[in-house]
C-alpha cells in the first residue's frame, strides 16, 4: 500500500540558515507523482512542486529546492537562507492510480519554525 | 478561471447531532472530488474521493459518509457526531486528466463538544 513518511515532526532554525525535510514514500506502482505542499498559519494548503516517477532531476525554484531519489524512495525538500516567512507546515503527497483516479496520500506533515 | 468554496468555515457541534460540509467548485467540469480531514498532529487523511456523479471511495471506514449529488458539489455528512470527529476539512478537485496539482478549499474547522 502507498505510504508517505515525514519523520520529522517540528524542526527550529534561526534566520538564513538552510533547512532540509525530508520525505520518504512507499508505492508499488511504477509510475506515481510527488508533490510538496506548503500550509501557512492561515490553513490554506498551497502547492510547490510536482514530480512524475520518471524525472529524477533534481529541481531548483528560488531558495526552493527538491531532491528526487528513486533508489531510495525519496523527495526532500531544501530551503536555503531561510526566511520568518517560511514558518508553516509542509505536507510532502504521492499520487497513484485507484478505482479510475489518482488517490493523493500525504504524509504527517513537518512543522517549520524559522526563528528572527 | 476555477474556485474552489467550503462552507461553513467554523462550526461547533454537540456530540450525537448531525453534520453537513459543502464544497462547490466553479469554472471547470467532471473534476476529481476529494475529502480530506486534518486532525491534530496527524497530517493529512483522505476521507472520500469522486470521480462523478453518485460516485463515492471511502478510504477510512467510520461515521462519515459523502455525496455528491451535482457535477461540482460535494458533500461530507454524519448522522451522529464523535468527539474524534473534530478537526479541520479540507475539500479539494483536480482534473483527473493525469495527477495534477490538488486544489484546496479555505478549509471547515469542526468542533465536537
Known amino acids: 500500500a502507498q505510504k508517505v513518511t515525514q519523520a520529522q515532526t517540528e524542526i527550529s532554525v534561526v534566520e538564513k540558515e538552510d533547512v532540509t525535510l525530508d520525505c520518504v514514500y512507499e508505492?508499488?506502482?511504477?509510475?506515481?507523482?510527488l508533490f510538496w505542499y506548503k500550509q501557512p498559519p492561515s490553513g490554506e494548503l498551497v502547492f510547490l512542486i510536482r514530480r512524475n516517477s520518471f524525472d529524477e532531476q533534481n529541481e531548483i525554484s528560488g531558495r526552493y529546492s527538491w531532491n528526487f531519489q528513486k533508489s531510495t524512495s525519496s523527495f526532500n525538500f531544501t530551503i536555503t537562507a531561510s526566511q520568518v516567512v517560511d514558518s508553516a507546515v509542509y505536507f510532502c503527497?504521492?499520487?497513484?492510480?485507484?478505482?479510475?483516479?489518482?488517490?493523493?496520500?500525504f504524509g504527517t506533515g513537518t512543522r517549520l519554525k524559522v526563528l528572527a | 478561471s476555477q474556485t474552489i468554496h467550503q462552507w461553513p468555515a467554523t462550526l461547533v457541534q454537540p456530540v450525537g447531532s448531525p453534520l453537513s460540509l459543502e464544497c462547490t467548485v466553479e469554472?471547470?467540469?467532471?473534476?476529481?472530488l476529494y475529502w480530506y480531514r486534518q486532525a491534530a498532529g496527524r497530517g493529512l487523511q483522505l476521507l472520500f474521493y469522486s470521480v462523478g456523479i453518485g460516485q463515492i471511495s471511502s478510504e477510512v471506514p467510520q461515521n462519515l459518509s459523502a455525496s455528491r449529488p451535482q457535477d461540482r458539489q460535494f458533500i461530507l455528512s454524519s448522522k451522529k457526531l464523535l468527539l474524534s470527529d473534530s478537526g479541520f476539512y479540507l475539500c479539494a478537485w483536480t482534473t483527473g486528466v493525469s495527477a495534477g496539482e490538488l486544489f484546496f478549499g479555505e478549509g471547515s474547522r469542526l468542533t465536537v463538544l
Open positions: 469554472g471547470t467540469s467532471n473534476p476529481n
Open positions: 508505492t508499488r506502482d511504477t509510475t506515481y507523482y
Open positions: 503527497a504521492l499520487s497513484e492510480v485507484g478505482s479510475g483516479t489518482y488517490k493523493y496520500i
